[in-house]
């Protein structure tokens, strides 16, 4: 059975289009790449799987349940954590803080099933090579330490499929290639992740299938080399091609 479901999912605000009937399915475990130009729907589309605007049509499933009319809260309770493009942590606490937040805002019974919360918290940094850091303030760290702790704290949260909006959007290079290694690990560990991104070579390296959008409809769906061959996307980024 498919993690996640999406079927016809239609979005119209004030009479304009922002998604068109997108249909696809996730299994447990895959990396899924989400590309396109500005204003193809991408973000609009994770705004419609974690609860933050409601579909005009269509249905979304998660885990076999339909979670269409779920708050972000109740998708939060159930496994799904997005990460957000702009980074989401507590400039102004320290590292273990920021965790520590994160950890007590869980329903009892998960804080229960981690034990020790401040072990918890250890952890949680230790698994991002971010544990020497942990009494230093949050808004001291490079933007890709900072995509690195928002993973980690999701991950240690429970969550079971990963929402990342742009990961290495403002991330050097070689955070970059930290972040794609996370982002292994969490797929060896069999979690779920979805990714809205623009660089299309960091897609290429970690997603097992692409899903290429445009104008809020899917415009075609692949490996990554099926994908990066394809006419439909040539022509998304540069134009129909005259002579075909």
């Known amino acids: ?13 004030e009479q304009q289009h922002i998604l068109r009937g997108v249909t696809f399915d996730v299994e447990q475990g895959e990396v899924i790449g989400l590309i396109g130009p500005n204003g193809s729907g991408k973000t609009t589309l994770f705004n419609v799987l974690s609860g933050f605007l409601p579909p005009t049509r269509g249905t979304v499933h998660f885990k076999g349940a339909d979670i269409t009319r779920f708050s972000p809260t109740e998708r939060s309770r ?45 952890a949680t940094l230790a698994l991002v ?22 993973i980690a704290r999701t991950l240690k949260s429970g969550k079971e499929l990963f929402l990342l909006d742009e990961p290495t959007a403002g991330v050097s290079p070689k955070m970059t290639q930290d972040v794609a290694t996370l982002i292994r690990t969490l797929k060896e560990n069999g979690k779920t992740v979805l990714i809205v991104e623009h660089d299309l070579p960091f897609i290429a390296r970690i997603c097992d299938r692409v899903i290429a959008m445009d104008l809020g409809a899917i415009v075609v769906t692949g490996t990554p080399a099926q994908v990066k061959q394809s006419k439909e996307l040539r022509e998304m980024y540069f134009g129909a091609d005259p002579t075909t």
């Open 1 to 13: 059975m498919s993690i996640l479901s999406l079927r016809d999912v239609t979005l119209t605000i």
């Open 78 to 122: 159930i496994g799904i954590g997005r990460v957000f493009q702009n980074f989401g942590i507590f400039r102004e606490m320290t590292l273990e803080e920021n965790v520590l937040v994160a950890l007590e805002a869980l329903p009892r019974e998960q804080r229960e099933v981690l034990g020790d919360l401040r072990k918890a918290v250890h």
């Open 129 to 150: 090579g971010l544990e020497q850091h942990a009494k230093r303030k949050a808004g001291a760290l490079s933007g890709g330490q900072m995509r690195l702790l928002e």
